[in-house]
């Protein structure tokens, strides 16, 4: 069965700190997909990153960057310069691919991120 | 604009009173899916769907139907629903987004069952 923990329930970091959530993940399947997603106060589901598990290239989208490591199983989420809009609740998330065109998106239990001005 | 909508956004009702969340999406996307969402447990796929009339289990699916009768409209239906399934959910549909696949959530649907 897969699975994702994200083992940092809630995080805490002063305005303009670096913070970086972990994510690591099970599966038994060599091609499969990982995500992050974005849920603040608000409550909606923003989509960040998808990563498939042939591309290990690490990936910087302004102050956000993703480190993608396959021999730990881990897809790690860095804040740079955090600043207090991105206080959110964050999720990683696995996709298995099962080549029918079929498949099951596995969540982790999020980590809630605070930002103090 | 591409989106995902649901409706209700807020609904109370109590038990045993069938209800039903409706979805649609405008992105002609075959595959969508429910999503309930409960603090400590983080998201859990209830259904999903391929496409027409194709609909499969996710983790969490006891309690709930689904309907695929046409590609933009995937409707929840809680026959008889209960206290523990008073949560946050959330319809998803799946499809490219320039180059990349990607997930796009509705807003919510908030429910309480007493």
């Known amino acids: 069965a897969q699975k994702v923990t994200q083992a940092q329930t809630e995080i805490s970091v002063v305005e303009k700190e670096d913070v970086t959530l972990d994510c690591v993940y099970e599966?038994?399947?060599?091609?499969?997909?990982l995500f992050w997603y974005k849920q603040p106060p608000s409550g909606e589901l923003v989509f960040l990153i998808r990563?498939?598990?042939?591309?290990?290239q690490n990936e910087i989208s302004g102050r956000y960057s993703w480190n993608f490591q396959k021999s730990t199983s881990s897809f790690n989420f860095t804040i740079t310069a955090s600043q207090v809009v991105d206080s959110a609740v964050y999720f990683c998330?696995?996709?298995?691919?099962?080549?029918?065109?079929?498949?099951?998106?596995?969540f982790g239990k999020g980590t809630k991120l605070s930002v103090i001005p | 604009e591409a989106q995902v909508t649901q409706n209700p956004r807020y609904l109370i009702t109590v038990t045993g009173k069938k209800l039903t969340v409706t979805c649609s999406q405008n992105?002609?996307?075959?595959?969508m899916s429910w999503y309930r969402q409960d603090p400590g447990l983080g998201l859990r796929q209830i259904y999903y769907?391929?496409?027409?009339?194709?609909?499969d289990k996710g983790d969490v699916p006891e309690g709930y139907k689904v309907s695929r009768k046409e590609k933009r409209n995937f409707p929840l239906i809680l026959e008889s629903p209960s206290p523990n399934q008073t949560s946050l959910y959330f319809c998803?549909?799946?499809?490219?987004?320039?180059?990349?696949?990607?997930?796009?959530f509705g807003p919510g649907t908030r429910l309480l069952v007493l």
């Open positions: 998330a696995l996709n298995r691919y099962s080549g029918a065109g079929s498949y099951q998106l596995t």
């Open positions: 992105m002609n996307h075959e595959y």
């Open positions: 998803a549909s799946r499809g490219l987004a320039g180059a990349v696949e990607t997930q796009y």
């Open positions: 769907s391929m496409n027409v009339e194709v609909t």
């Open positions: 599966t038994r399947d060599t091609t499969y997909y």
């Open positions: 990563r498939n598990s042939f591309d290990e």
